[in-house]
């Protein structure tokens, strides 16, 4: 559901606006004054701001760069309101910023459709934004892994040939089977690592979760700074869970995600806390899911946004992207699943990844419709 904030002086104009924008579906704002349109724009995140040009206290010229001076504003795009035949307010307007304008008076399928066009625009500007910061972060992904793998690989090819040179059960092997392991085991890292920026459909397999969300956490505890961290992270995986069809690097980098966010939400505040990672499995809409709940002991999120969060580039933080937790329900989006949020009753917040057990879907592999 998208939100406009309307600002104009006069009562019976928003009302006139208001009415046609909430039987469209839209959440309407409003605002009288100009010099509370940057404050209030900034409280509720607007999709699209409809900005009167005549305002009692400002010029709404004035009030359209204002807006688009702010870091936290300056994306969201402004239809001006103009006196129709009025050239100079239309060239004052495009050049104060605004992104669009119509005459007040227009017909109400004319103003709904400017809005529409210009939140629709913005929608596809910044994913095209987000997809050329992954293309970015994906050839330096690629570079770094391309490095480490050639090492990498003579250090497992060294170590296989070397096990060779002695007979089984001989004590050598109790050195040279962990850098196997070892080895082994950074190569898959290393393909999960490169899945969660790689284009084009993922590589789906038949996934035991526990394991992999066991192996999530610890990944997430590896990589955070044991000598300054206080936030706990408690696991509890049924191991009696139906398998999922998922790419298993994907699903990682998901789970890496929610786990940092919840770190990241309970140190803003203090500094320690509690992070649980629960699985389950769930019977809704006549299927079986299973469930990966990552909750929180932290602040919430303030309701407002609770329907917001998974929108490009918006975020609740200070030095936030916007775009972690987008990238993490599209990514599920792709293999069949969903991501939700909540806030718990006792406080704090908990995001739910939901994949269709195999049981619950077709031999291909398919969510059954």
Wanted: glycine share 8%; with cysteine.
């Amino acid at each position: 559901m998208s939100t406009v904030l309307i600002v104009d002086d006069s009562p019976a104009d928003r009302a006139l606006f208001r009415t046609i924008l909430t039987r469209a579906g839209f959440t309407i704002h409003e605002v009288a004054r100009g010099r509370d349109a940057v404050d209030r724009a900034k409280e509720v995140r607007p999709h699209a701001i409809v900005l009167d040009v005549n305002l009692p206290d400002s010029n709404g010229h004035d009030v359209c760069r204002a807006l688009k001076a702010e870091p936290d504003t300056g994306g969201i795009p402004v239809l001006m309101l103009t006196v129709r035949d009025n050239d100079a307010d239309v060239l004052a307007g495009l050049e104060a910023g605004a992104d669009d304008y119509v005459a007040k008076d227009a017909a109400p399928e004319i103003v709904l459709a400017r809005v529409r066009r210009l939140i629709e625009f913005r929608r596809l500007a910044t994913v095209a934004v987000l997809n050329e910061h992954l293309v970015q972060v994906g050839r330096l992904l690629a570079g770094i892994v391309h490095e480490i793998r050639g090492p990498l690989s003579v250090i497992r090819g060294s170590a296989e040939l070397m096990r060779l040179q002695f007979p089984e059960g001989d004590d050598s092997h109790q050195w040279i089977d962990p850098i196997l392991r070892s080895a082994r085991l950074l190569q898959v890292r290393l393909e999960h690592l490169m899945a969660a920026v790689r284009g084009g459909p993922g590589e789906v397999e038949l996934v035991d979760p526990a394991p992999l969300v066991r192996e999530s956490a610890e990944l997430f505890l590896k990589g955070t700074d044991p000598r300054g961290n206080q936030v706990k992270v408690v696991t509890t995986c049924d191991d009696r869970l139906p398998p999922v069809r998922v790419d298993s690097g994907r699903l990682i980098q998901v789970i890496l995600s929610l786990l940092g966010n919840a770190h990241e939400a309970i140190t803003a505040t203090r500094p320690g806390g509690t992070v649980t990672v629960r699985t389950s499995t769930v019977f809704e809409q006549g299927r079986e899911w299973v469930t990966v709940e990552v909750a929180d002991d932290g602040p919430g999120i303030p309701e407002k946004y609770l329907e917001r969060i998974f929108e490009p580039f918006f975020t609740t933080k200070e030095k936030g992207s916007g775009y972690g937790l987008y990238m993490a329900s599209e990514v599920l989006k792709e293999q069949n699943g969903r991501l939700t949020a909540r806030n718990l009753p006792e406080g704090g917040a908990a995001f739910t990844v939901w994949l269709p057990a195999v049981s619950s879907m077709t031999p291909a592999g398919s969510a059954l419709s």
